[in-house]
């Protein structure tokens, strides 16, 4: 079977799932009482259907990609801080005073729900769509890819209907209130907001960049404030210092980190906070009953909390985090000049330029040993560039999860921003990608190489 | 009285602090949405923006006064030294963000690239200053691949003079002159170029390069000529040890690998040392001279954020202090 259509299958079960998770959970979380509300959550699934249904129509814009993208990024910062607030609400502090009154009207209640739903399954929708639309285009396949998503969205849908109709459900209620519900929520965006099919699933990868960025311009900036001189006066076991900060261990320690807060505070909550003493006149025995059923519903409430721990680490060192820690630095494949272009095929035995990963050329022109890299963004399209860019020496880049990495500051460079110069992005060449092979003409290269090993001119001092 | 009350029941409150935190994390994952620079629009905000300073102050106030509210709650447990331990790491942080915003909004700085004898002159300085001397602190000779030692015996430094006094400054850290920081931001060699027609001096200077570290190449013009020089520091000697090739700079006694071109054309590639001839003219190098590019900062955050960065570090331990102190009276 093409591995387009596994990919749309894959896409599409991911994304039933998701729904049917937040479905099972949520209609849980109603309960009996209260179960006339999952309509409203009906009604937002409907209203971002349709919305998905549109999204067919629209050109996959680099742009409107980039949108929804940052619109799903979005969507899971939304929810995740307010599990944040959620999970300090529910320590005692009352975060929202006189607001809380307004949360309890119906009808600000059920717009909340309505505008909830669209706003966390619309952005996926879109995007998996979109995905789903731009696969089929590439492989000429439409009415097989589409079948294949449907079908992988189906499985999970006709189950949950199956596990609904059975009423065994309400056994998860117990461990749900707002703050898990929330935290639930974050959860599942954060594993599977994805939409760039098995190139990227979750949003783990792109919640990372995010932080190494911040960290990286928060460092830099307090370096400025504080007068710290630059490389070149730096010793580099000084300079390989600063680096760590730059670097994805301590990004991705620092996210974990955050991401495992509220949990981490549920936890405590649930096994070490002591049970306060009920109120009331009851009997020794009574009290004693009291305290434990409390007891043992915020160890029930805690248990989201713990899975959500296991998951995360799990996914994250499973294989996605490993890879983010580790630089991988090809060693350059020699080229060659040939009536003065570099022709560099686009497959062959031994590698193909498609395949994400960084390739290095080498080229050498009289004593210079020029390197080249090319990599796949995600739009499908090729970055080719200097290994070198024009503020650090040329020591090149190698490649993590979703970036480049310069090599002798660390600082991370998004692929998708690769061919815009400027800062520490590797210089741009221009090169004539065909159907066969990418030509880069040889003055080109040594033109913008020339630039990089000279610094600024400056006036005479006389 | 009643409203100070309020005001202080208010801005001492966990709940305001963590609103006015979780504000500002939605300020920046939004703005990190919208622009690739957020970080960098946020300390430009603080510095010129009245809203976002006026919000950075509340958020301060509130910040001092929760540390206010946790000092006097460890107060009633008993004695004053572990309640001090308990918020020092927090006074810490508090300093350290202080002085952040006082440098993000009333920063001043200038960098200026000077030689030897020159004259510093910034807007805010009560007076001049000139340099007196570059102490450049290169290695006489240095290796190539001495890259864990650097090329520096220890860091360049210059002396400034304002006519009364003399000031050493160097790289790091920053030297309080008169309210002003001056740091030492870049360094680098200017070597000494005369341009000849036969025994006529038609041009002559010092020309500040980025050729240090030595294989650094940069590229220099002389007006209204149309060439274009390219230049690097020649190595004095090429060791090779079996497949080992090292240079060795000679700091006093420099050559330089020359290229000369006019356009495309490659008019002359060689060494200095054997002369650089085209067109009819000839370049000739003298003793270089050595510039540096220096930091002229008044900042009145810096020495805040020094200090609360002091604090922090002493705090960290001592927030645990009067836990080991605790088990051990248990």
Known sequence: MSPFIIEAAAVGLKEGIKLCAVWLVFSSFLGKEKQGLIRLFYYGLLASSAFAVFSFFIPPDIFIKELTSKAIGFVFFVFFISTVGAVYQSTGLDLFGPLRVLFRHEKVLRALIVFSTVLYFLPDVMGSSMFIREISEMKGVYLTTYISAAGGFLIPVVFTVAAMKSSKTSLIAGFFGIPQVLLFLSMVKLLGGGIKGFAEMSLIPSVERGVMKFVHDVVHQVFVFLMVPDHPLLRTTTWNFIGFFFGSSFAIALVLGILLLPPAIFLKRGFFMPIPEPLGHMTGAERRARKAALRAERRKRAVPSAVFITVVLLSWFSGRGEVASVLYNPKPVPVVEDKGSIVIPLSDPTMNLMDGRLHKFSFVSGEHSIKIIVIKKPDWRLAVCLDACEICPPEGYGQTEGNVVCIYCMTPIPVETLGKPGGCNPVPLKAEVTEKDVRIDVVEILNKWQDVISGQTKEAVK | ?330
């Open chain 2, 1 to 330: 009285m009643r409203f100070l009350k309020g005001a202080y029941k208010v801005l001492s409150s966990k709940e305001l602090l963590l609103w006015l935190i979780g504000g500002w994390v939605i300020y920046y994952v939004t703005s990190a949405f919208i622009y690739k620079e957020a970080f960098a629009k946020f300390a430009e905000g603080l510095g010129k923006n009245p809203l976002i300073q006026a919000l950075f102050i509340v958020f301060l106030l509130c910040l001092y006064m929760n540390i206010a509210r946790l000092f006097s709650g460890r107060l009633g447990d008993g004695e004053k030294i572990l309640a001090f331990f308990h918020v020092a790491i927090y006074i810490g942080i508090a300093l350290f963000i202080t002085g952040f915003f006082v440098s993000a909004s009333s920063r001043n700085i200038a960098i200026r690239v000077v030689g030897e004898g020159e004259i510093i002159e910034v807007r805010w300085l009560e007076r001049a200053y000139s340099i007196k001397e570059i102490k450049a602190s290169l290695r006489e000779e240095t290796l190539d691949i001495d890259e864990e030692k650097g090329i520096f015996k220890y860091e360049p430094k210059i002396l400034i003079s304002d006519g009364i006094r003399d000031y050493e400054v160097g790289a790091y850290p920053p030297r309080l002159v008169n309210n002003t920081y001056f740091s030492i931001l870049n360094f680098g060699l200017a070597p000494g170029v005369r341009l000849l027609k036969g025994s006529e001096v038609l041009d002559e200077g010092y020309m500040p390069l980025r050729i240090i570290p030595p294989g650094a190449m940069d590229n220099f013009k002389i007006e209204p000529y149309p060439y274009k020089f390219t230049v690097r520091i020649a190595p004095s000697r090429i060791i090779e040890k079996g497949a080992l090739r090292a240079k060795l700079y000679n700091f006093n006694d420099l050559s330089y690998e020359v290229e000369v071109t006019r356009g495309e054309a490659v008019l002359f590639t060689g060494n200095s040392k054997e002369g650089v001839s085209f067109d009819g003219l000839s370049l000739s190098f003298f003793k270089p001279a050595y510039w540096v590019m220096l930091w002229v900062v008044r900042d009145w955050g810096y020495p805040v954020m020094i200090a609360g960065i002091m604090v922090f570090v002493v705090g960290v331990p001592l927030k645990f202090l009067p836990f080991v102190i605790g088990r051990r009276r248990a």
